[in-house]
């Protein structure tokens, strides 16, 4: 039984992890699942409490990489740090982190394609010479005044 997409370029597993199409398979320790250590593992309400405390620090650090989006700083950087934590303990988490490394890896081999690049270049050279025709037609048609020489009026 194969779990996955039938996508191109997408792996697809087995029913036990491994790659169907006989690629190297990840460390035993890379799996999906907890990272939790042992001991943490071995007690089930202490290991409910570890997810319970992670889950409420990925959340804070998920929470503040939100508030960063229209305010100064890193925002999507500190959401994804957020993912990170979640990752550590809930298989969703770490499944959402796969696929966002996949995508992410596609759309840098996508960007490197020459192609891309020389439309992406022009693209640029063009918006650039249209903003700069607008800027002289403004100043054509106001003129520039520094600040702090603006008449009263």
Same mark, same amino acid.
């Given at each position: 039984?194969?779990?996955?997409?039938?996508?191109?370029?997408?792996?697809?597993?087995?029913?036990?992890?491994?790659?169907?199409?006989?690629?190297?398979?990840?460390?035993?320790?890379?799996?999906?699942?907890?990272?939790?250590?042992?001991?943490?593992?071995?007690?089930?309400?202490?290991?409910?409490?570890?997810?319970? @405390?992670?889950?409420?620090?990925?959340?804070?650090?998920?929470?503040?990489?939100?508030?960063?989006?229209?305010?100064?700083?890193?925002?999507?950087?500190?959401?994804? @740090?957020?993912?990170?934590?979640?990752?550590?303990?809930?298989?969703?988490?770490?499944?959402?982190?796969?696929?966002?490394?996949?995508?992410?890896?596609?759309?840098?081999?996508?960007?490197?394609?020459?192609?891309?690049?020389?439309?992406?270049?022009?693209?640029?050279?063009?918006?650039?010479?249209?903003?700069?025709?607008?800027? @002289?037609?403004?100043?054509?048609?106001?003129?520039?005044?520094?600040?702090?020489?603006?008449?009263?009026?």
């Amino acid at each position: 039984m194969n779990t996955g997409s039938d996508e191109p370029g997408e792996v697809t597993m087995t029913a036990d992890g491994a790659k169907a199409d006989g690629a190297a398979q990840e460390p035993p320790g890379q799996g999906l699942g907890s990272k939790a250590p042992e001991f943490v593992k071995a007690r089930r309400m202490l290991h409910l409490s570890w997810q319970v @405390g992670v889950f409420v620090l990925g959340l804070a650090v998920v929470v503040a990489g939100v508030i960063m989006l229209p305010l100064p700083g890193p925002g999507w950087v500190v959401i994804f @740090g957020g993912m990170a934590i979640w990752a550590t303990e809930f298989v969703w988490a770490q499944l959402v982190l796969r696929w966002t490394k996949r995508k992410v890896t596609e759309a840098a081999q996508r960007a490197l394609d020459p192609r891309v690049r020389r439309r992406n270049i022009t693209l640029t050279a063009i918006g650039l010479v249209i903003i700069a025709a607008l800027v @002289g037609v403004y100043l054509w048609k106001f003129g520039f005044e520094m600040p702090w020489k603006i008449k009263d009026q």
